[in-house]
C-alpha cells in the first residue's frame, strides 16, 4: 500500500514537471517566433497585386516576365525552404507546407525523394540558371509535360510561338492547348487571320520568336488582340530547388503565367506599375527584411551571455532540450556536465573583475574548441559552465574529461588553476523490441542540477577533481532535506534524546566525568545516529538551537540527580563554533542552567579545535566570562588541527581532551606515545586537566595511567548509554 502511495505521488510529480517544461518550451518559443508574418502576408498580397498590373507590360519583354515570374515563385518556395528549417523534418512540418497546395518533393544528399506531395513531373535532369541575384545559380528542372519552358546556357528561354501553334482540335473537346479548351469558333478567326497575314508579309504570325524574345504586331491586330490573348494565355509549369539547412533539397513546382494581352496595356501604365512596383516591393521587402533582422537581434541578445559572448544557460536548456529529445539522438549516450572554475572569487579580488571575467572567455573559447559537432557549451553562473558530450564509453569519457581538466590547469603559465566537474550520464534506453525509447520527457534543467549535485562532493576543497552522480546521491539529498524539514518537529516533541557516556580515572577506575552525546529516535525512522544528523545541523545553521536543548536538558538531569541524593559528575556538553559569533553566549549558558537549578560547576562547555581559528579575541572573551560564572571550559578534539599550540597558549581553558586518532592507526606507535605524553606534560605545566577519547584496550589505560591522565572516555570503560542507564550506573 505504501508503495502505491509513493508510486502515486511520483506519477503526479512527473506530471508537474511536464507540465512545467511545456510551459517553458512555449515561452521559448515565443521568444524565437517571428513576428514578421504580418508583413510576409502583406508582401505576398502586394506580390498578387503586382502580378495583375504587371499583365499590363510584362508581356512585352517575354524573356523578362518569365524571369520576374520565377523569381517570384522562387521566394515564395524559399518561404516553405526557411518553414522546413524552422521546424524540421516532421508530419507538422509537412502539413504546414502541404497547405501552400503546391507540387513538390523533398530529397536526401544521394538524390533519393524523402517526401512528396501532389505529382512529380519535374524532368530527371536539373540545370543552374543565372537569371538575376536572386535566381543566380538556383538549379531549374523544366516540366515533363510541356516544352514552352527550356533551358540554355543558364538561361530560362520561353517558346511563345510553339505555344500558339501547338494549339490541337479534339472532336469531343474541339481546339485546346494542353488541358485548356479554347473557344472554336474564336480559333476559326484566328486561323483566318493567320491565314491572312501569309497574304501580307509571307510569315505563318505576327508572333515571332526572335534571340529569346517575343515580338508581336499589335498594330496589325488592333482590337483583335483581346481575341488572340484568349486564345493563348496559359500556365507554363517550372521546378525550382532550394538547398535545406539539414543537406536535404526542397524541389517545388513553380508556375508561370504568359497572357499577351499586357503588350497592349503597357503603353498606357507602364510608368504608373514601375512606380507602384517600386514602392511596394522596397516598403515591403524592406518591412519584412527589417523584421527578420530585429526578430534575429532579439533573440542572439536574449541567449547571448554577456561575459564569454557565448551562449547562456536559457540558450543552453532550449537547445539542449531539443538535442535530448530528437528521436534520432535516442541512440546516443549523452553526458550533462558542470564544470567550475574553482577560487574564481578569489582571483578577481586578488586581480581584478576584468581579468576574471578574461579567464572566463579563455576557458569557453578553449573547450569549445575542444568540443565536436552537436555537443554544446554555455556559461551559466559566474565561474560555472554547462556541458552536454556525447559518449560511447563511461573509460572514454573520464579520459576525456581528465584529459580537458588538465589542458584547462594549464591555460595561464603564471597561475596554477583548478577545475572541478560534476557529472551526469544520461544513458539510453530499449523498448520491449529493442528499438531505442526518445527522451521525450528529459528535464535538462533537472539533469544539470544532478551534474551540479555529484560536484558538490568537493565542497571546501580546492583541488581539481571529477564527481559523477548516481542514485545515492539522490537518496542523500533526500535524506537532507527531510531531517530539515523534520528538525524542529523533533525538537518540540523532545525526540532528541541526551546520552551520556562515563569518564574514568585509569589509576582507581572511579567515575570523575561524563560527556552528554545527542541522539535521535525518531517515530518514522527508528534510532538514528549522530553522525547523519549533526553535520546537517551545522551546515543549516539548527545547531545552535541543538546546544540549547542539550545544556537545558543536562541542567535538568544534574538537578533531578541531586534531588535524588547522587553523587554526581560534571557533564561535559559540546558547544558549536557556530554560536561563538554570538556575543552574549556566556550569559546564554547560565541563564539556561540557572532556570533548571542546576549547579554552575557541574556543567562543563566544550569547544572543538577548529572554534579556535575564528574571532580569537571574541573567543577568549566568552571563555573568561564562563569561567567567571563558574563553568568549565575544555578543548575537545586536540591534535585534529594545526594550530593546538598556539591554542593553549591563548586560551584559558580548564580541560584538555586528547583526540581518539593519537591512539588508532599507523601513529599509535611508539611515535604516538612520545607525542601523548608531551601533550599530557603541557596541560599539567598549564594547569590543566587531561581527557582521553577513544579508548579501548587495557595496554592504552595502562600507559595513560603511567602518563598521569586524568580521565579516560572510550569502550574499554563505557559505551554511551541512555539517560536511565547512566543513572543506575551512577547508583552502583
Not at 238 to 252: C, K, P
Not at 535 to 544: C, L, M, R, V, Y
Amino acid at each position: 500500500m505504501a508503495e502505491e502511495i509513493k508510486e502515486e505521488i511520483k506519477e503526479k510529480e512527473n506530471k508537474k514537471t511536464k507540465k512545467k517544461n511545456r510551459k517553458k518550451e512555449k515561452s521559448f518559443k515565443k521568444i524565437k517566433r517571428n513576428r514578421s508574418w504580418v508583413s510576409i502576408l502583406v508582401f505576398l498580397i502586394a506580390l498578387l497585386i503586382i502580378g495583375v498590373l504587371g499583365y499590363a507590360f510584362v508581356e512585352v519583354f517575354f524573356q523578362y516576365a518569365v524571369e520576374t515570374k520565377a523569381t517570384a515563385e522562387y521566394n515564395t518556395i524559399k518561404y516553405m525552404a526557411r518553414v522546413y528549417d524552422t521546424y524540421g523534418d516532421g508530419e507538422e512540418t509537412y502539413s504546414l507546407l502541404n497547405k501552400e497546395g503546391r507540387d513538390y518533393f523533398i530529397k536526401d544528399k544521394a538524390g533519393n525523394i524523402i517526401y512528396q506531395n501532389g505529382e512529380n513531373t519535374a524532368s530527371k535532369e536539373g540545370e543552374v540558371v543565372y537569371l538575376d541575384d536572386e535566381l543566380k545559380g538556383v538549379i531549374a528542372y523544366t516540366d515533363i509535360n510541356t516544352s514552352y519552358i527550356t533551358i540554355s546556357d543558364g538561361s530560362l528561354e520561353f517558346k511563345y510561338k510553339d505555344l500558339i501553334k501547338n494549339i490541337e482540335y479534339d472532336d469531343n473537346e474541339g481546339f485546346h492547348v494542353g488541358d485548356k479548351v479554347i473557344d472554336n469558333d474564336k480559333i476559326k478567326e484566328y486561323n483566318d487571320k493567320l491565314d491572312e497575314l501569309d497574304k501580307y508579309d509571307g510569315d505563318p504570325s505576327s508572333i515571332v520568336y526572335e534571340n529569346g524574345n517575343v515580338r508581336v504586331d499589335i498594330d496589325y491586330y488592333g482590337e483583335n488582340v483581346s481575341e488572340l490573348n484568349e486564345i493563348v494565355t496559359t500556365d507554363i509549369p517550372l521546378w525550382l530547388s532550394v538547398d535545406l539547412s539539414d543537406g536535404n533539397t526542397l524541389v517545388a513546382k513553380a508556375t508561370v503565367k504568359i497572357n499577351i494581352k499586357d503588350i497592349a496595356l503597357f503603353g498606357v501604365l507602364l510608368a504608373v506599375v514601375l512606380a507602384v512596383v517600386v514602392i511596394v516591393f522596397f516598403i515591403v521587402v524592406g518591412n519584412v527584411i527589417g523584421g527578420f533582422i530585429r526578430q534575429r537581434r532579439i533573440t542572439n541578445f536574449f541567449f547571448t551571455d554577456q561575459v564569454t559572448k557565448g551562449r547562456n544557460w536559457m540558450w543552453f536548456k532550449e537547445k539542449g532540450g531539443q538535442l535530448l529529445k530528437k528521436k534520432r539522438n535516442a541512440k546516443n549516450k549523452y553526458a550533462i556536465v558542470n564544470l567550475v572554475f574553482v577560487k574564481y572569487r578569489t582571483f578577481c579580488m586578488c586581480h581584478s573583475i576584468e581579468e576574471g571575467e578574461e579567464k572566463l572567455c579563455k576557458i569557453h573559447d578553449w573547450v569549445a574548441a575542444s568540443l565536436e559537432k552537436k555537443e554544446l557549451i554555455a556559461h551559466t553562473t559566474n565561474s560555472n559552465f554547462a556541458l552536454l558530450l556525447k559518449y560511447t564509453d563511461a573509460d572514454e569519457l573520464d579520459e576525456r574529461i581528465k584529459k580537458l581538466i588538465k589542458e584547462l590547469e594549464q591555460i595561464d603559465t603564471e597561475h596554477k588553476f583548478a577545475f572541478q566537474v560534476g557529472v551526469n550520464k544520461i544513458d539510453t534506453s530499449k523498448d520491449s523490441d529493442g528499438r531505442f525509447i526518445k527522451r521525450k520527457d528529459i528535464d535538462v534543467e533537472k539533469e544539470y542540477n544532478n551534474a551540479c549535485t555529484a560536484r558538490a562532493k568537493f565542497e571546501g576543497s580546492e583541488d581539481s577533481g571529477i564527481a559523477y552522480f548516481d542514485e545515492k546521491l539522490v537518496e542523500e539529498q533526500k535524506w537532507i532535506d527531510m531531517v530539515q524539514e523534520k528538525q524542529q518537529q523533533a525538537l518540540d516533541n523532545e525526540e532528541f534524546m541526551v546520552y551520556y557516556q562515563p569518564k574514568y580515572d585509569p589509576r582507581t577506575n572511579e567515575l570523575r566525568g561524563v560527556e552528554a552525546l545527542i541522539r535521535w529516535q525518531s517515530p518514522e525512522y527508528g534510532f538514528v545516529s549522530p553522525g547523519r544528523i549533526i553535520p546537517i545541523f551545522e551546515k543549516n545553521g539548527f545547531i545552535t538551537e541543538i546546544d540549547h536543548y542539550m545544556i537545558s536538558h543536562v541542567a535538568k538531569d544534574q538537578k533531578a540527580w541531586l534531588d535524588k541524593g547522587y553523587k554526581c559528575v560534571p557533564v561535559s556538553v559540546n558547544v558549536s563554533r557556530a554560536h561563538f559569533i554570538e556575543s552574549d553566549l556566556a550569559e546564554q549558558i547560565r541563564d539556561m542552567v540557572d532556570k533548571e537549578g542546576a549547579p554552575h560547576e557541574l556543567v562543563e562547555i566544550e569547544l572543538t579545535e577548529s572554534a579556535f581559528f575564528d574571532d580569537k579575541n571574541a573567543m577568549i572573551n566568552t571563555i573568561e566570562r564562563l569561567k567567571s560564572y563558574g563553568f568549565a571550559v575544555s578543548m575537545d578534539d586536540f591534535g585534529s588541527g594545526y594550530s593546538s599550540l598556539n591554542s593553549l597558549k591563548d586560551m584559558p581553558l580548564d580541560v584538555l581532551k586528547l583526540d581518539a586518532e593519537f591512539f588508532r592507526g599507523e601513529n599509535s606507535g611508539e611515535r604516538g606515545e612520545i607525542v601523548v605524553t608531551e601533550a599530557i606534560k603541557l596541560a599539567k605545566s598549564l594547569n590543566m586537566r587531561t581527557v582521553a577519547e577513544g579508548v579501548e584496550i587495557k595496554e592504552q589505560v595502562d600507559f595513560l595511567a603511567q602518563q598521569g591522565c586524568d580521565m579516560i572516555q572510550g569502550y574499554y570503560f563505557a559505551k554511551p548509554m541512555p539517560k536511565d542507564e547512566y543513572e543506575s550506573r551512577m547508583k552502583n
